[in-house]
């Protein structure tokens, strides 16, 4: 890989604050009801168990980085994390191999077709580009340290539950449904081995990465999740250090080119924050300084995310001045 252009400087980060706690509750209630009769999207069918979700479910939290906590409507209805585990595995990986290593083998770089597209892996050499995409995201499993897969797995359950607050547990349903149709996914798999990207037994790999999706949380768990990277890997609730803070920038950075797949860079124009989003409805966005907000709705627009999630955590972006984009020149105080 080419060195980067970018010359390593001191930085500083200012990132302003939310109001204070009874507004930011009473947005997140106002954006619930704004859109919990939106009817648009469909319930993703191509994994069996997915196909029997009540579309009406609707789950709305923020999470602020003081620990604050505002939740609406369904946020602690349990679903699978789907998808949305890759930020986080991606940040255990981070975490263990450092920023260089991960990004020569994982990438970061968006594919421009869909999450589960082996002609991408095609058309750039066997390289995984992104970790959000499904190939960078078998990749980055099985970066996780462990002997075993059975070791890999313990530790990526144990660090998605550092992040939540609280142990998560697989949703054995969802896992079963997942690992009959996940042919496609082994296809990758093979395919990063044949490429020389995976030096380990694929369909382990690919177990272990479904596992990983299939994992319970809720709207609520998310939500404090996505608020540890926006508190510099503490988690706000439980105060614990979960990863440091350049892990957390690294995986943002990602997450915000890459997160919302062949949408990301419309949502990134439109709403300016980081997110991710699952296939079972979930959605999560990070605003760094400030919080969290996080949605659960099954119905999903064509490109695998959340319909009423984009429309509540978008207009909660306007309301509590959440894009990294919008800014306001500084005011010097003058000098005597």
């Not at 970018?6 to 619930?32: K, N």
């Not at 340290?145 to 349903?173: C, H, N, V, Y």
């Amino acid at each position: 890989m080419d060195p980067t252009p970018f010359q390593e400087v001191p930085q500083s980060v200012s990132t302003g604050a939310l109001p204070g706690w009874l507004r930011v509750d009473e947005l997140v209630r106002e954006a619930h009801a704004r859109y919990a009769s939106e009817a648009a999207g469909s319930v993703a069918d191509y994994i069996p168990v997915l196909a029997a979700a009540d579309p009406g479910l609707f789950g709305l939290a923020v999470i602020d980085v003081d620990g604050g906590v505002h939740d609406a409507g369904d946020a602690l209805h349990a679903f699978s994390i789907q998808s949305i585990s890759k930020m986080f595995v991606y940040a255990l990986a981070i975490a263990e191999h450092g920023h260089a290593h991960v990004r020569d083998v994982v990438g970061v770089n968006n594919t421009g077709l869909a999450f589960n597209s082996l002609m991408a892996l095609e058309l750039n050499g066997g390289h995984p580009m992104n970790p959000m995409v499904n190939a960078g995201a078998i990749a980055t499993t099985a970066l996780v340290p462990g002997a075993t897969s059975a070791e890999k797995w313990e530790r990526i359950r144990e660090g998605l539950s550092a992040f939540a607050g609280r142990q998560l547990r697989m949703d054995g349903e969802v896992y079963r449904s997942e690992a009959e149709t996940n042919d496609r996914n082994r296809a990758i798999g093979r395919l990063l081995v044949g490429y020389g990207r995976l030096n380990e037994d694929p369909d382990e790999i690919v177990d272990v990465y479904t596992r990983q999706c299939a994992l319970s949380v809720t709207a609520h768990d998310l939500a404090v999740m996505g608020a540890t990277l926006a508190d510099g890997g503490v988690n706000p609730v439980t105060g614990d250090r979960v990863v440091s803070a350049d892990v957390c920038r690294d995986t943002l950075a990602v997450v915000a080119s890459s997160g919302l797949y062949e949408r990301s860079g419309e949502w990134l124009f439109e709403i300016g924050l980081p997110a991710k989003s699952g296939v079972a409805g979930g959605i999560v966005a990070v605003a760094p300084g400030k919080g969290a907000a996080a949605a659960f709705s099954p119905p999903l627009d064509s490109a695998g995310n959340s319909v009423r999630g984009q429309l509540a955590i978008g207009h909660l972006s306007r309301a509590l001045g959440l894009n990294l984009f919008a800014s306001a020149p500084a005011r010097l105080e003058e000098q005597p």
